[in-house]
């Protein structure tokens, strides 16, 4: 999929995720009211659902890794089998041709044939991944409906709606970083 396409899809679903996330904590809210649960305690339920789904990504991410690395374990052991055998056939000499690069083209090469496989650890990664986006975004929505309904001044309800915006983008800036 081209760079434009992909971030327009990346923009319409982030656009339908705030859409949806406003009516889904509308409708929280509302559901809390009647069963007269607190804002505050559905606030909590809700950032406490996004941190498991968030350690549940991360255990399945490694997963992934893991399985990642495995499959390059194995193609790295094959063709450095392969090389062996041709500098048994061939040689040192001519065998010596196929070292570095072979093994290389084929850690390569498992690398595209998993990616071209996916499993259900990629769906259920998929899909905890999704859910951890919506419950964070539900957050942001209760946070901001709090912070509507609890101050009286116009000029503090928008630098603390501010100072959540800032923080939310400095959480998400964190969790985005590869180290």
Avoid at 51 to 65: E, G, H, M, P
Avoid at 132 to 153: D, H, K
């Amino acid at each position: 999929m081209g760079g434009t396409t992909f971030g327009t899809l990346s923009s319409i679903g982030s656009d339908l995720s705030v859409s949806v996330s406003f009516n889904i904590a509308n409708e929280l809210l509302e559901a809390a009211h009647d069963e007269q649960l607190a804002s505050d305690e559905l606030i909590s339920l809700v950032l406490g659902f996004a941190i498991i789904c968030t350690a549940v990504q991360s255990r399945l991410n490694k997963a992934l890794d893991d399985r990642r690395k495995s499959a390059i374990a194995a193609a790295r052991k094959r063709a450095q089998d392969e090389v062996a055998s041709a500098k048994a056939k061939l040689g040192p000499a001519l065998g010596s041709l196929f070292d570095q690069g072979f093994v290389q083209a084929a850690e390569h090469a498992a690398v595209n044939e998993l990616a071209t496989k996916r499993s259900g650890l990629d769906f259920l990664a998929l899909v905890v991944n999704i859910l951890q986006r919506i419950l964070v975004a539900i957050s942001v929505q209760l946070l901001a409906a709090s912070v509507r309904a609890q101050q009286q001044s116009r000029l503090v309800r928008t630098v603390a709606l501010i100072g959540l915006a800032i923080f939310f983008v400095f959480v998400e800036s964190l969790t985005n970083r590869h180290v």
